[in-house]
């Protein structure tokens, strides 16, 4: 059974940057996913980042990427999300997510089977 954990929301200006943080317990076996997905108020759950945990891909929403990077540290067993150039369109909870999926799931919250509590990220325009 695996445990997810995040810390490092927080409050921030437009144009700066945070670092989210996901502790993991529990064993991550091949074939899981951990990723990141956000939540504004009175919008879906939106699909970020994520990255394989045995493999070397990672993938990223359009309006991520070249701003956002996902980085893991398996011997600690974290997986962080760096968050730079803020908009305040990246205003949410940010949830850890992990699971055993295959590549065409990735982008897809369904296929996570373990979430963490989630974090506030607010960005001031």
């Known amino acids: 059974q695996v445990h997810l954990v995040e810390s490092g929301g927080g409050v921030v200006q437009a144009g700066g940057s945070l670092r989210l943080s996901c502790a993991a317990s529990?064993?991550?076996?091949?074939?899981?996913?951990v990723g990141w997905f956000r939540q504004a108020p009175g919008k879906e759950r939106d699909f970020v980042a994520s990255?394989?945990?045995?493999?070397?891909?990672?993938y990223y929403a359009d309006s991520v990427k070249g701003r956002f990077t996902i980085s893991k540290d398996s011997a600690k067993k974290t997986v962080d999300l760096q968050m730079n150039s803020l908009k305040a369109e990246d205003t949410a909870v940010y949830y850890c997510?992990?699971?055993?999926?295959?590549?065409?799931?990735?982008?897809?919250?369904?296929?996570?089977?373990?979430w963490g509590q989630g974090t506030q990220v607010t960005v001031s325009s």
């Open positions: 997510a992990a699971g055993r999926l295959i590549t065409s799931e990735i982008r897809n919250g369904r296929g996570y089977t373990t």
């Open positions: 990255l394989k945990w045995n493999g070397g891909s990672s």
């Open positions: 529990g064993s991550l076996y091949s074939g899981y996913a």
